[in-house]
């Protein structure tokens, strides 16, 4: 059986910053699944957003421009130091409400925000390995209010016929090198989330351009932070 390969932190911060302003033409297959998570995650009564792997800073635009309340913050990281600095130019007319780190690979958010009430990682956990999954769902959990929304999106598992023809592609193209794909694989995000730790409001699959992805949302079960 073939060892999963994963980008290490080098690789994946070389490709997103070749990758640049790139990155938003993944709107054809990116955008209904986004538009569902804007849909379901409660951005309207948010006071705080975390959102690890910020990209070029799309979804923050829009965020804060048509989502969240005036006086909400946006906080996020990104590996990329391109991505970080597109996004700060992207998000500057929102002044103070918006902080955009650089990250260095590893998964310890509480340097950036100790709470939030909304955590978000779009097409970010599928590049990832298992364990790093459970440091990032870890890191959600403690940082995360009572009333708070963990709200992801990745690639997913077919959904259609021809979704799943797409992921047959997807994944001998990532057996070749995980690089072709930008690191990324399909996973299904609900069994990631461990019933003892999070309650799934929301888990639906779409596809589209016959890519599939998954949207989760989910709330803490026990006390964040415990």
Known sequence: MTRERYLTAKQARE???????RQDWQRFYEGRAIDALLQHGGFAQATAVFELGCGTGALAEELLSHHLPPQATYTAVDISPVMVSLT????????????????D?????????????RFVAVYVLDLLSPEAIQQVLDQA???LDRQGKLCLVTLSEGCTPLSRAVIRLWRGARRISPL???GCRP?????????????????????????????VVASPTDEAGA
């Open 15 to 21: 490709f997103y910053n070749r990758m640049g302003r």
């Open 88 to 103: 700060r130019r992207r998000l500057r007319p929102f002044g103070e409400r918006v902080r955009v780190f650089e990250s």
């Open 105 to 117: 690979g590893t998964f310890d958010f509480s340097r950036y925000a100790e709470r939030c009430d």
């Open 141 to 143: 959990h403690a940082m």
């Open 180 to 182: 072709l794909v930008g």
């Open 187 to 215: 996973l299904r995000l609900a069994p990631c989330l461990s019933p003892e730790r999070w309650r799934i409001d929301v888990d639906q699959t779409l596809s589209a351009a016959a890519v599939p992805s998954e949207i």
